[in-house]
C-alpha cells in the first residue's frame, strides 16, 4: 500500500499499530469518555511525527479523513484545515446498537454517544467539512456547525471498466459480493444472504454459485463457504475477473454508512447491481433504471433472479450502470471539487 501511494506524495510516513496497543487503548477508554475506537486508532509514533511535520512544514492545508484521525491535527492553527468526516461515524454505532443482542448493544449505543460528541468537537477546530453523501450532512448538521459540503467517491474509469474481449463471457449463475470481510456491515449482509436469499435463488436455479471475495474473512464467513456453491476467496491480487465473470453483483447490506465504493466498482465493470436501499443510498443512480433494489429476502431473490434469466436485461442493466458512473462518479471531476475545496478557491 505504502508504494502505491509514493507514487502520489512527496512524502509519506506510516506507523503500525500494533493488536496489543491498539486494542489495549480501546479498553482503556472504555469507561472514559473519549471514544474507545479513536484510542485504537491513536499512534504515539505518528502523533510525534504529525506534531513535527506541522511544527517545521509550513502547511497552507490540512486535509483529514475520518474522525478518528481528526485528533491528531485538531490543535493546528495557521493552515486551511479541512475535516473530511466521509460519513457519520456515531450514526453507524446507533445502527449496530439497535440489531445487536443486549449487552452488546449497550457497549455500541455508548460508543455511539462518545463519538458523537468529538464529531461535534471536531467541527469547531476545523474551517470546513466533507461527507460523500447527502444523507450523511443531513445527519452530522444537526450538532456540527462547521460548513459540511458533500463529495462523493469516485471511481477509477479506466481501471474499473469492462473489457471489449470479455464482453459477454460471463457465467450466467454466478453472483459475487466483494468488500473486507471483516467488516461487520458485510460479514452481516453475507450471512444474510446465504441464510435467507440464496435458498429462494436456488429453488428455481440450483446451480448458482454466491462467490463473497475480499480479505480477511472471519470465521463466521468463512464456514459459509462450502467449496462449491458459496466459495469464500479471501484475499486476491485483482477483483476485476471476478466482476467479469458474473451475471450480477449484489450489496445486500443492512447498516450502510456513506457511499458503497463496491457497488460503484460493479457498475463501472458495467455488472448489474441488485443492492439494498441502505447500499444504494448516495449514489446519483436511479433504482429501476440504474441498479435494481430489494430490502427484503423476497424482493432481493427476485431481482437477481430478473436478472439471471433475462440476457437482455443484464445488458441493460450493465450499460446503464456504467453510464451512471461516468456521469457521477468519475474521479477527475470529483478530485477537481476536492482541489476546490481545499484552496478555498
Same mark, same amino acid.
Given at each position: 500500500?505504502?508504494?502505491?501511494?509514493?507514487?502520489?506524495?512527496?512524502?509519506?510516513?506510516?506507523?503500525?499499530?500494533?493488536?496489543?496497543?491498539?486494542?489495549?487503548?480501546?479498553?482503556?477508554?472504555?469507561?472514559?469518555?473519549?471514544?474507545?475506537?479513536?484510542?485504537?486508532?491513536?499512534?504515539?509514533?505518528?502523533?510525534?511525527?504529525?506534531?513535527?511535520?506541522?511544527?517545521?512544514?509550513?502547511?497552507?492545508?490540512?486535509?483529514?479523513?475520518?474522525?478518528?484521525?481528526?485528533?491528531?491535527?485538531?490543535?493546528?492553527?495557521?493552515?486551511?484545515?479541512?475535516?473530511?468526516?466521509?460519513?457519520? /461515524?456515531?450514526?453507524?454505532? #446507533? +445502527?449496530?446498537?439497535?440489531? $445487536?443482542?443486549? %449487552? &452488546?448493544?449497550?457497549?455500541?449505543? @455508548?460508543?455511539?454517544?462518545?463519538?458523537?460528541?468529538?464529531?461535534?468537537?471536531?467541527?469547531?477546530?476545523?474551517?470546513?467539512?466533507?461527507?460523500?453523501?447527502?444523507?450523511?450532512?443531513?445527519?452530522?448538521?444537526?450538532?456540527?456547525?462547521?460548513?459540511?459540503?458533500?463529495?462523493?467517491?469516485?471511481?477509477?474509469?479506466?481501471?474499473?471498466?469492462?473489457?471489449?474481449?470479455?464482453?459477454?463471457?460471463?457465467?450466467?449463475?454466478?453472483?459475487?459480493?466483494?468488500?473486507?470481510?471483516?467488516?461487520?456491515?458485510?460479514?452481516?449482509?453475507?450471512?444474510?444472504?446465504?441464510?435467507?436469499?440464496?435458498?429462494?435463488?436456488?429453488?428455481?436455479?440450483?446451480?448458482?454459485?454466491?462467490?463473497?471475495?475480499?480479505?480477511?474473512?472471519?470465521?463466521?464467513?468463512?464456514?459459509?463457504?462450502?467449496?462449491?456453491?458459496?466459495?469464500?476467496?479471501?484475499?486476491?491480487? /485483482?477483483?476485476?475477473?471476478? #466482476? +467479469?465473470?458474473?451475471?450480477? $453483483?449484489?450489496? %445486500? &447490506?443492512?447498516?450502510?454508512?456513506? @457511499?458503497?465504493?463496491?457497488?460503484?466498482?460493479?457498475?463501472?465493470?458495467?455488472?448489474?447491481?441488485?443492492?439494498?436501499?441502505?447500499?444504494?443510498?448516495?449514489?446519483?443512480?436511479?433504482?429501476?433504471?440504474?441498479?435494481?433494489?430489494?430490502?427484503?429476502?423476497?424482493?432481493?431473490?427476485?431481482?437477481?433472479?430478473?436478472?439471471?434469466?433475462?440476457?437482455?436485461?443484464?445488458?441493460?442493466?450493465?450499460?446503464?450502470?456504467?453510464?451512471?458512473?461516468?456521469?457521477?462518479?468519475?474521479?477527475?471531476?470529483?478530485?477537481?471539487?476536492?482541489?476546490?475545496?481545499?484552496?478555498?478557491?
Amino acid at each position: 500500500e505504502g508504494l502505491g501511494l509514493k507514487r502520489h506524495c512527496q512524502a509519506l510516513h506510516v506507523a503500525r499499530i500494533s493488536e496489543v496497543g491498539g486494542w489495549g487503548r480501546f479498553a482503556l477508554h472504555g469507561a472514559s469518555r473519549y471514544p474507545s475506537t479513536f484510542g485504537y486508532f491513536w499512534s504515539p509514533e505518528l502523533g510525534r511525527t504529525v506534531r513535527a511535520l506541522l511544527r517545521d512544514g509550513g502547511f497552507e492545508a490540512v486535509l483529514v479523513h475520518s474522525s478518528s484521525m481528526g485528533p491528531y491535527v485538531a490543535g493546528h492553527r495557521g493552515a486551511r484545515m479541512i475535516m473530511d468526516y466521509g460519513d457519520a /461515524d456515531s450514526e453507524k454505532w #446507533f +445502527e449496530y446498537s439497535r440489531s $445487536a443482542p443486549f %449487552p &452488546l448493544s449497550l457497549g455500541f449505543a @455508548l460508543e455511539g454517544r462518545k463519538v458523537r460528541r468529538y464529531e461535534r468537537w471536531l467541527g469547531s477546530h476545523f474551517d470546513i467539512a466533507s461527507v460523500n453523501a447527502p444523507k450523511e450532512r443531513e445527519i452530522l448538521s444537526r450538532y456540527v456547525r462547521t460548513p459540511i459540503h458533500v463529495l462523493p467517491n469516485g471511481v477509477d474509469l479506466e481501471y474499473f471498466r469492462p473489457r471489449p474481449d470479455q464482453a459477454g463471457r460471463y457465467e450466467d449463475d454466478r453472483i459475487v459480493f466483494t468488500g473486507n470481510m471483516s467488516y461487520r456491515p458485510n460479514v452481516e449482509a453475507v450471512r444474510h444472504f446465504v441464510s435467507d436469499v440464496l435458498p429462494r435463488i436456488w429453488a428455481e436455479r440450483p446451480r448458482v454459485r454466491f462467490f463473497i471475495v475480499g480479505m480477511d474473512p472471519v470465521p463466521a464467513v468463512s464456514r459459509l463457504g462450502d467449496g462449491d456453491r458459496v466459495v469464500v476467496t479471501g484475499l486476491v491480487d /485483482d477483483v476485476r475477473p471476478y #466482476f +467479469e465473470s458474473a451475471a450480477v $453483483a449484489v450489496a %445486500p &447490506l443492512r447498516v450502510a454508512r456513506g @457511499l458503497q465504493n463496491k457497488v460503484l466498482e460493479a457498475m463501472a465493470m458495467g455488472v448489474p447491481v441488485v443492492a439494498t436501499s441502505a447500499a444504494a443510498s448516495g449514489i446519483n443512480a436511479l433504482p429501476g433504471r440504474d441498479l435494481l433494489v430489494g430490502d427484503t429476502p423476497e424482493s432481493l431473490a427476485e431481482a437477481v433472479a430478473s436478472v439471471l434469466d433475462d440476457a437482455d436485461r443484464r445488458r441493460r442493466y450493465s450499460d446503464t450502470g456504467r453510464r451512471c458512473v461516468e456521469e457521477n462518479h468519475d474521479w477527475e471531476r470529483v478530485l477537481a471539487r476536492l482541489e476546490a475545496l481545499v484552496t478555498g478557491r
